[in-house]
Nanobody, 125 residues
Framework: QVQLVESGGGSVQAGGSLRLSCAAS????????MAWFRQAPGKAREGVAT????????IYADSVKGRFTISRGNAKNSLSLQMNSLKPEDTAMYYC??????????????????WGQGTQVTVSS
């Protein structure tokens, strides 16, 4: 089982920035597809961003495009999410997710079978 651990969440003022990190198990022996999701209270979990196994191709939700950047982390099997120009609407629990199968819908939560515990992001106005 792939283990995922998120970090970097916190509380910031609107317009501020946070950088989230996701550390994955070092004992993977197959290609995994990874993405960031978020879930606000009372709302469904939604896709935020993903980076394909080539670590170059990226896809973003329209709501974060131009503000968030997903990238490969410095450590092996890690990802980062740079979040700039944060808005109160970005307040949510952010999750790193992975799957060993090529997703049909790459930002669809049900396509992913490995999940971290989440890291809280709170943006105040």
């Amino acid at each position: 089982q792939v283990q995922l651990v998120e970090s970097g969440g916190g509380s910031v003022q609107a317009g501020g920035s946070l950088r989230l990190s996701c550390a994955a198990s070092e004992y993977t022996d197959r290609t995994h597809y990874m993405a960031w999701f978020r879930q606000a209270p009372g709302k469904a979990r939604e896709g935020v961003a993903t980076i394909l196994p080539d670590f170059r191709s990226t896809i973003y939700a329209d709501s974060v495009k131009g503000r968030f950047t997903i990238s490969r982390g410095n450590a092996k099997n890690s990802l980062s999410l740079q979040m700039n120009s944060l808005k109160p609407e970005d307040t949510a629990m952010y999750y790193c997710a992975a799957t060993e199968y090529l997703p049909t819908l790459i930002l669809e939560p049900s396509e992913y079978n490995y999940w971290g515990q989440g890291t809280q992001v709170t943006v105040s106005s």
